[in-house]
Antibody, heavy 127, light 107 residues
Framework: EVQLLESGGGLVQPGGSLRLSCAAS????????MSWVRQAPGKGLEWVSA????????YYADSVKGRFAISRDNSKNTLYLQMNSLRAEDTAVYYC????????????????????WGQGTLVTVSS | DIQMTQSPSSLSASVGDRVTITCRAS??????LNWYQQKPGKTPKLLIY???SLQSGVPSRFSGTGSGTDFTLTISSLQPEDFATYYC?????????FGQGTKVEIK
């Protein structure tokens, strides 16, 4: 069974930093791209970042570009999101999700979907 | 960026009703459209991928159609466990974008 378990959330002051982790199990981690998606309280879903299976390609939403960094350690089956210069508007539940695609050569474009998702970790940016 | 617009934003329906949710993309995305269900306090769950393919384990009362810019998610006979918020998401290009969500409530 595929499992994704996020950790590292918490309360941080504006301008501060936080690193989220997502521990994966039940699949060959290095063979799959991974994404982070966030959800502000009472709001909808917002894609944040994605990384290829090898870690060699990374992608970001404009809202976090230059402040957040996605990475992975395939030897530890773990995905990370380093969040710097945090703002109040970054307050959200952060989910990691496995990227499924039948055509890895075209990823991250085209036929792909997010499944499954982790249970999420809450990040609160407030003074 | 590709904008995804869902309608309606919310709806009230009764058990047994047929429910249709629409998602429109700001440009053609072929069939690269996914649907997710999220119940309150729970993690999103994949329902439909590639516009019309039912994810394994998802009841057959859920179906998806469409291509290009216009897509629909249909629940043929609404069940009590289907009351939730539904999101569409395009995978045509980066950044991935979601619709704003459609909340399905009990009438």
């Amino acid at each position: 069974e595929v499992q994704l378990l996020e950790s590292g959330g918490g309360l941080v002051q504006p301008g501060g930093s936080l690193r989220l982790s997502c521990a994966a199990s039940g699949f060959t981690f290095r063979s799959y791209g991974m994404s982070w998606v966030r959800q502000a309280p009472g709001k909808g879903l917002e894609w944040v970042s994605a990384i290829s299976g090898s870690g060699g390609s990374t992608y970001y939403a404009d809202s976090v570009k230059g402040r957040f960094a996605i990475s992975r350690d395939n030897s530890k089956n773990t995905l990370y999101l380093q969040m710097n210069s945090l703002r109040a508007e970054d307050t959200a539940v952060y989910y990691c999700a496995k990227e499924e695609t039948p055509y890895s050569s075209s990823w991250p474009h085209g036929l792909n979907w997010l499944d499954p998702w982790g249970q999420g970790t809450l990040v609160t940016v407030s003074s | 960026d590709i904008q995804m617009t869902q309608s309606p934003s919310s709806l009230s329906a009764s058990v047994g009703d047929r429910v249709t949710i629409t998602c429109r993309a700001s440009q053609s995305i072929s069939s690269f459209l996914n649907w997710y269900q999220q119940k309150p306090g729970k993690t999103p769950k994949l329902l439909i991928y590639a516009a019309s393919s039912l994810q394994s384990g998802v009841p057959s009362r859920f179906s998806g159609t469409g291509s290009g810019t216009d897509f629909t998610l249909t629940i043929s006979s609404l069940q009590p466990e289907d009351f939730a918020t539904y999101y569409c998401q395009q995978s045509y290009s980066i950044p991935r974008t979601f619709g704003q969500g459609t909340k399905v409530e009990i009438k």
